[in-house]
C-alpha cells in the first residue's frame, strides 16, 4: 500500500482540529481585542483579515477591503507593509509553537491574509525561525497556497477521498 507523503488530514476528535485562528495571543500592551467566537485576544481577532483591515483604517490608510491592503502593501506603501508584516509575526509567533509541537516539513498558508504573499511570509518566517527549535525548523518550508481561496473546498474533497475512496474502502466495495 502507498501512502501519500503529505499524510492524512488530521480532523481532531470533533473534527475542529486545525483551528489556529482562535489560539490565545497574549499583547504586549495589554490590549484586549474581542474575537467572533466570544473569547478575546484570539490570533485572528489580533492578525487575520479583518484585522488587519481594522488596523489599516485606524492608521488611516484609504481602504474598504483587505485586498486593498495587500495591494498597498504589495506596491511599497510602508504602513500597510508594516501592519502585514505585524501579523506575519504574530502568526510566526503561533506557529513557532506548532512547529516545536507537530515538527511539519511544510507549512502552507491559505485564505485572504495569505494574498498578502511576500510581506507576510517574511513576518511569519522572522518569528518561526526565531522562535522554533533549530532541530524542528531546519527543513522547514513555509509558503503561500498557489490557490488560497480555493483551500477549504480542496480540503474538504481529500477528506472526502480519504474517508470513502482509501485503498482499503475500495478493494472492500470490489469484493
Do not use: K, W
Not at 482562535?22 to 484570539?42: A, E, F, K, L, M
Not at 488596523?55 to 502585514?84: I, K, W
Amino acid at each position: 500500500m502507498r501512502r501519500d507523503r503529505r499524510g492524512p488530514v488530521y480532523r481532531g476528535a470533533q473534527g475542529s482540529a486545525g483551528d489556529i485562528g482562535h489560539i490565545y495571543v497574549g499583547q504586549p500592551d495589554g490590549r484586549t481585542v474581542g474575537c467572533r467566537c466570544g473569547q478575546d485576544n484570539c490570533l485572528e481577532a489580533i492578525a487575520g483579515g479583518q484585522a488587519i483591515l481594522r488596523d489599516a483604517r485606524a492608521a488611516g490608510l484609504p481602504v474598504e477591503t483587505v485586498r486593498d491592503v495587500v495591494q498597498l502593501a504589495a506596491h511599497g506603501e510602508g504602513a500597510a507593509l508594516e501592519l502585514v508584516r505585524d501579523a506575519g509575526r504574530t502568526i510566526g509567533t503561533v506557529l513557532a509553537a506548532l512547529v516545536n509541537f507537530f515538527n511539519p516539513h511544510r507549512i502552507v498558508m491559505t485564505g485572504g491574509v495569505a494574498r498578502a504573499g511576500v510581506p507576510l511570509l517574511a513576518g511569519i518566517r522572522e518569528a518561526v525561525y526565531q522562535r522554533s527549535m533549530p532541530l524542528a525548523a531546519r527543513a522547514l518550508e513555509i509558503t503561500v497556497s498557489e490557490a488560497p481561496d480555493l483551500s477549504g473546498r480542496v480540503g474538504a474533497a481529500r477528506m472526502a477521498i480519504e474517508e470513502f475512496l482509501d485503498e482499503d474502502s475500495v478493494e472492500a466495495l470490489a469484493r
